[in-house]
């Protein structure tokens, strides 16, 4: 099967994950750049990274590259891709991007000079000069970065983080994909304990047991490119057969608890919906009065922040309360997502490391407090 390069963007401090999950995957990655990683692959590569990545944004199919600094340049260079080769005639083509740092500034502009390009090419190829667009959605996307134009097909449709088991969240939920890096950078084991005391809707326990019980993220959505002339739905068939083979059964111990007793029915129905509702128990408690008399547990949380949910005063004084709460677990682990660069100081404890991401664009990091490791 022909190759291609295909492109998974990401959030900002993520690409080294992304880029482990495709080796996961069988494939090696020959490009690690900031919010994207790209790596060759065909139409199989396609399906299976949309069905088992947990930490990319979507997976792009790179159609042409090429450098443009005016408008007749970009029209000239998209119109000369052999278009035909990837849309059919009864395609429907929106086209949606960004520039950056180019002499092409206007995405309008460049946006409407794509669009009648392909047009262009199509109605050529096919010698129609109406394009009906009545057909399957293939999703144009283009980045103009410094001048150079990437022009990509998008074969995901809704966001990877989509999961499909998230009906109802409360009102600032954590992102899917942030939720399975933490769990990822995590040292957790799942013979041992996993909390989260600020559970919400429940994104990072539901995560850390699909995650541990080797479930594909994506098995129980649908992808645009299902609908692809050129994808055989058998590849799809297989390539779902397969990750249902893979699921484990493994016997896990998660505990997520929140004080506020509304969102808890809500995050164990997402729980049920994802298939790990036997795997976690759900508490309606107050975080900073968590006790517990098992060994080696982890702590993985996103307790709230001031630019994200209430005062920053507040927000400082549960860091300070949450800091004593764990300073009683002398062997447990913890990893906290917060916004608050003096969070350290509040906790009242340095991070043993910490990573920086971008939850939406709110800067954070990852603060992690690494425990005892379990005796042998």
């Known amino acids: 099967m022909e190759k291609f390069k295909i492109i998974i963007p990401c959030l900002f401090g993520l690409e080294a994950l992304v880029s482990k999950e495709l080796k996961w995957l ?34 792009l199919i790179e159609v042409a590259q ?53 047009a262009t090419s199509l109605s050529e190829s096919y010698g129609i000069e109406w394009l009906p667009e009545s057909g399957s959605i293939y999703q ?48 957790w084991k799942y013979e041992y304990p996993l909390c989260d005391l600020f559970c ?20 129980s959505r649908d992808f645009s490119a299902e609908n692809f002339s050129q ?9 779902r057969e397969d990750a249902r083979d893979k699921i484990r059964n493994t016997p896990l111990n ?16 997402n729980a049920k919906i994802a298939g790990v509702g036997d795997a976690i128990t759900f508490e309606c408690q107050d975080a900073t009065k968590f006790i517990s008399t098992e060994h080696y547990g982890s702590i993985i949380s996103n307790p709230p922040y001031g630019e994200r949910l209430g005062d920053k005063s507040e927000c400082e004084a549960l860091y300070r309360s949450f800091g004593h709460t764990f300073s009683k677990l002398k062997d447990w682990s913890c990893y906290i997502l917060a916004a608050d660069e003096d969070f350290e100081k509040h906790f009242g404890k340095k991070a043993s490391k910490k ?16 425990g005892e490791k379990p005796k042998k």
């Open 26 to 59: 069988g494939y090696e990655t020959f490009a690690v750049e900031d919010g994207k990683v790209s790596f060759l692959g065909d139409f199989e590569a396609v399906c299976r990274a949309n069905l088992w990545i947990r930490c990319g944004e979507r997976v």
């Open 231 to 239: 994808i055989p739905t058998d590849l799809w068939r297989i390539a």
């Open 200 to 219: 919400g809707s429940g994104t990072i326990p539901i995560e850390a047991a699909m995650f541990k019980r080797n479930i594909a993220p994506g098995l």
């Open 66 to 118: 090429f450098d443009a600094v005016t408008f007749d340049e970009l029209f000239e260079k998209t119109k000369a891709v052999k278009w035909a080769d990837w849309l059919p005639k009864d395609a429907a083509f929106p086209v949606k991007g960004f520039c950056l740092k180019s002499t092409l500034a206007s995405m309008r502009d460049c946006q409407a000079i794509i669009k009648k390009a392909v």
């Open 254 to 269: 998660i505990y997520a608890s929140d004080i506020d007793a509304e969102i808890l029915p809500i995050a164990e129905q």
């Open 140 to 187: 144009l996307q283009f980045s103009v970065m410094k001048d150079k134009v990437t022009l990509m097909i998008d074969t995901s449709g809704d966001g990877l983080h989509k999961r499909g088991y998230r009906r109802l969240s409360n009102a600032a939920p954590l992102k899917e994909t942030i939720a399975s890096a933490m769990v990822m950078l995590s040292f």
């Open 355 to 370: 990573r920086k991401i971008y939850n939406g664009m709110i800067k954070c990091n990852i603060y992690q407090y690494f």
